[in-house]
């Protein structure tokens, strides 16, 4: 591998082909005019170089070696990786000289930051410039990144590279790839743009096929906001995946502020930034092909758990975890977004931002009644409405472990300003997260649910939210994340009540709780089976109700400028059944509205079963509806129903329903079975009897428009109605 000078074309030649070997590692612009690529690493073996010991292997290796973590950020097909054999073995790689005719070194590096392993410039025997990797402690990460050496002072001597490896232990290798020599630093570089914060809104247009790299927006020589994104370039035409994401900048109107990309070149154009009044401009969301038409999903970028569900003058007030800034998980945030009925959401733009204790990961809400908190000052104002979330260090790069937090609202949930004096609850142990709170009419004290780590969650009490002691573990849930706490009537009857104590995947146990101790009184037992769901919370202070939203977790939107979406909103109740007590979830009343016009379906009895057709004048519509169905089972028969493409079995001899993968029980009574089916574009909500159990599952549809409503393999329906449904956006 000798020093090659890049002649013009030359570079752009290597630039273009380098982009279809790209495997994990991006393919990188780290090649530009004038620039002399020392040594990329492509061949099969290491060339000139000399190779001592047995860390290096044959030649640069193809990525990731077997046993190591996935190795990203390399550029092209191959890198110098010594975690050959693993992390045991030793040695060094020297290359041949090159004379030093720039004023910067640029390299990938990556892997070990022990003093074993080393990346060496060496001028005769001396070494004048030593990099390592990031990593000393288990975990971390096996991303390179560039690196420079500042070699002005050594312009035209004579050096050579050397990389070494004389660690056994963990992180006992290092990774090398992409030698430059150039005019200019890769690593430490950052484009930066200066303006005054004129409205409310600073609008940043989303590249998402544009590498990520890390924003800060300063003002006042303070950090004020930080993310990661890929940003759009001037001249990039937007995809049908980005979008402009709007950043709340009001607390600094009128002020300069900084807009600072990290590790980008100061002459990449990148596309303007402007700013609005309004937290969402005018534009054609919710019209997309694959939006969800009746369930809750961001206008933009992604989202996951439903946090800071309260109910209060009306207004259901929806919180979620929210990555403004992509369609990917990451810089978490609250989104927000408002509703009179639970179904029809305005959004109003992020509510919490990420901030020294990390970013915003998911919480709950209630309406602080009592003004325990003291934060409502003023006699005549309402309510304080009060937030408990986590917030997430390592995030945000800082390495805070996961603190709990308070904010609280004045204004009805317009504005939520953090409690100053977070965090409430510091880390006590693993990734300790999500708090639950409720309100403790009893002891008149607040209650809050915490996820611990493994399968253990714990209780706590607070008379202002602000300190609090540890009541109670509830240990071996048989899942993680996400608890939830209430109490509900039996078959309705408010004179025997049970407790029930929620995980993130549905798992629950029925108890008792006197305000101090959490006695389960059933072994976990399963609200839901598999398919999309995840993360469920209920609503604070909706009386005589308990409504639940779940993240439809692993549901796939392709080219759409935002990702995942939430269940219909459903109401769980305790239900007696020969089992013993259970709880059902089954969608809440308001769902009803939305339906739109009855269809009259025409039956056709075939071989192979029965068909419901729309008459031709509705088929184009009959991709939202709503199905309530009675089928009556013969024995231990099998019936399979199909609506919209999307087929599921009712087996009434092992007593299931089968959906794709999920397998969830059925109770066939009387010999019958009802049916509630909710389809919308992305989704088919499935339950049976009542609630008593329930799926729900996304798809991606078929282009071609199913004309059948409902096929049934037997002649066995008994009642059938079928509403198609409107659109919730746009109205
Ligand atoms: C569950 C979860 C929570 C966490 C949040 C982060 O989906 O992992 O435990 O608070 O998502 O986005």
């Not at 001592?52 to 950020?73: H, I």
């Not at 003002?219 to 950043?247: H, K, Q, W």
């Not at 004045?410 to 708090?435: A, F, H, Q, S, V």
């Not at 075939?606 to 057709?613: H, I, K, M």
């Amino acid at each position: 591998m000798r020093a090659k000078q890049i002649a013009p074309t030359m570079a752009l030649l290597l630039l273009c082909s380098a982009l279809p070997f790209a495997t994990s590692g991006s393919a990188r612009a780290d090649v530009r005019e004038g620039d002399v690529l020392f040594a990329d690493f492509e061949g099969e073996t290491y060339g000139d170089w000399t190779v001592e010991g047995d860390a290096f292997g044959p030649g640069p290796a193809k990525g990731t070696l077997p046993g190591q973590v996935s190795v990203d950020g390399y550029s092209g097909e191959r890198l110098v990786n010594s975690y050959y054999n693993g992390d045991g073995t030793t040695g060094k790689l020297t290359s041949p000289e090159i004379e030093l005719t720039k004023p910067y070194v640029n390299f990938l590096i990556g892997g070990g930051g022990h003093p074993g392993v080393r990346f060496e410039l060496l001028v005769g025997d001396q070494v004048v410039r030593i990099a390592r990797g990031p990593n000393v402690n288990p975990g971390g990460s096996e991303k390179l990144d560039w690196g420079t050496w500042d070699v002005s002072d050594l312009q035209g001597k004579k050096a050579r590279f050397r990389i070494v490896d004389e660690e056994t232990g963990g992180w006992g290798h290092i990774n090398v790839d992409q030698i430059v020599l150039g005019d200019k630093k890769k690593s430490g570089i950052a484009n930066e743009r200066e303006l005054t914060i004129e409205k409310r809104y600073l609008c940043v247009p989303i590249g998402q096929d544009r590498p990520r790299r890390w924003v800060r927006v300063e003002v006042d020589g303070l950090v004020r906001r930080e993310f990661e994104a890929g940003l759009r370039e001037e001249n990039d035409a937007p995809t049908s995946r980005d979008f402009v994401a709007r950043i709340d900048m009001g607390d600094w109107l009128g002020q300069k502020m900084k807009f600072v990309v990290e590790k980008a070149d100061e002459d990449i154009a990148f596309a303007p930034l402007t700013f609005s009044d309004d937290a969402y401009g005018e534009d054609d969301a919710y019209n997309e092909k694959y939006r969800p038409q009746f369930h809750f999903c961001p206008r933009y970028g992604w989202t996951n758990d439903p946090n800071g569900l309260v109910y209060h003058d009306g207004i259901y007030e929806l919180f979620f975890q929210h990555n403004p800034f992509g369609t990917q998980w990451g810089n978490m945030t609250w989104g927000h977004a408002t509703s009179p009925d639970l179904l029809h959401w305005t959004e109003k733009g992020d509510a919490i931002y990420a901030d020294r204790l990390g970013t915003v990961f998911s919480g709950s809400g209630a309406v602080d009644v009592a003004n325990s908190t003291g934060f409502q000052t003023d006699p005549n104002g309402p309510a304080p409405l009060v937030f408990m979330f986590t917030q997430n260090g390592p995030n945000m790069r800082y390495g805070e472990q996961a603190s709990q937090n308070l904010a609280y609202s004045l204004d009805g949930g317009k504005t939520l300003i953090k409690y100053e004096g977070n965090p409430t609850i510091p880390w006590m142990i693993g990734g300790n997260r999500d708090p639950k709170i409720f309100w403790d009419k009893n002891k008149e004290r607040w209650v809050t649910a915490l996820y611990l780590d493994g399968e253990d969650y714990a209780l706590f009490a607070s008379k202002d939210l602000k300190s609090w002691d540890q009541l109670c573990k509830i240990e071996k849930l048989g899942c993680s994340e996400c608890p939830d706490i209430f109490e509900l009537p039996v078959d309705g009857d408010e004179s025997n009540k049970q407790w029930v104590f929620w995980g993130g995947n549905g798992k629950y146990l029925l108890g008792t709780f006197d305000g101090e101790t959490f006695v389960r009184t059933t072994e976990p037992l399963d609200a839901k089976w598999g398919g999309n769901d995840y993360a469920a919370q209920t609503y604070s202070d909706t009386p005589g109700r308990r409504i639940q939203f779940s993240w439809m977790s692993g549901g796939e939107y392709p080219g759409m400028p935002f990702n995942q979406q939430f269940t219909v909103p459903r109401e769980l109740t305790l239900r007696t059944t020969p089992e013993g007590v259970r709880l059902n979830t089954y969608p809440v009343v308001e769902l009803e509205t939305l339906r739109d016009r009855e269809l009259d379906l025409t039956k056709k009895v075939g071989d192979s079963g029965v068909e419901y057709l729309a008459k031709s004048s509705d088929a184009s519509s009959v991709d939202l509806l709503d199905v309530e169905a009675t089928l009556k089972i013969e024995g231990d028969e099998t019936i399979v129903v199909a609506i919209r493409g999307q087929e599921f079995e009712l087996n009434a001899k092992e007593k299931t329903i089968k959906y794709a993968e999920v397998v969830a029980p059925l109770a066939v009574v009387d010999s019958k079975v009802a049916l509630r089916l909710v389809l919308d574009r992305t989704s088919l909500e499935i339950f049976t009897n009542g609630g008593l159990s329930q799926i729900a599952k996304c798809f991606v549809p078929a282009d071609d428009n199913e004309s059948a409503v409902l096929e049934v393999s037997k002649d066995r329906v008994e009642s059938l109605k079928v509403w198609t449904m409107k659109s919730v956006w746009n109205q």
